[in-house]
């Protein structure tokens, strides 16, 4: 599987900002500081997403498109798009920040169909992505906010993985623990990831690829 092209599109505050085009959504979803920026960097290996130590940098649903060559189903190229969500459980602002932000998330998920032109005539398109990857800090695996979140997207009926980041910060007795309470907490195994050296990459690909490519 190789890379051809990764760019950004656009950031998004309302549903009609957000591509509708028939091509397939990973959104990106989790706590702040979680990092969702730079996972997608890692995986295009392009500083594409701004990252910052600061909680709370990501204040718009910010759209890439990516273009791969092979992978699971074949050779041949195919495309998608990743979607950055605004981390939730922080926002600088106070109250009225966090507000804004839950309703940047809520409106991604409940953007109205589009319509394009297809073979036989023209076609209605949701938006509602393929997969929703939830990040969660590998490090706290009993954060309230994380079963929140994974109760609201159980209720959205998508297909989602659990992705356990910064797994290279804990020792193997932690890694371990922290895994299961992750299962036991979210009713997911998670995926150990580290953005930094590269572990479950290309797993994460290879899941993409085999519920995005058409």
Do not use: C
């Amino acid at each position: 599987m190789k890379l051809v092209e990764a760019r950004f599109v656009t950031s998004a505050t309302t549903a009609e900002g957000i591509p509708r085009d028939g091509i397939p959504h990973v959104a990106l979803v989790g706590r702040s500081n979680v990092g969702k920026s730079s996972l997608l960097n890692a995986m295009t290996r392009a500083a594409l997403a701004r990252t910052s130590a600061a909680a709370g940098k990501t204040r718009l649903a910010n759209l890439y498109r990516v273009t791969v060559e092979g992978g699971p189903g074949g050779p041949g190229r195919w495309d998608l798009y990743f979607a950055d969500l605004p981390g939730y459980g922080y926002a600088r602002g106070g109250a009225a920040s966090v507000e804004e932000l839950r309703k940047i998330a809520e409106a991604y998920f409940a953007a109205p169909a589009g319509r394009v032109s297809r073979p036989g005539g023209e076609a209605d398109l949701k938006v509602r992505p393929t997969l929703v990857l939830h990040l969660v800090d590998s490090r706290h695996p009993s954060l309230e906010s994380d079963r929140d979140a994974a109760d609201w997207l159980a209720g959205l009926d998508v297909e989602r993985a659990v992705l356990a980041t910064k797994i290279d910060k804990l020792s193997r007795g932690e890694r371990v623990k922290n895994l299961r309470e992750l299962e036991r907490q979210l009713g997911h195994a998670a995926l150990p990831i580290s953005a930094a050296s590269g572990e479950g990459l290309d797993d994460l690909w290879t899941l993409i690829a085999k519920l995005t490519r058409r």
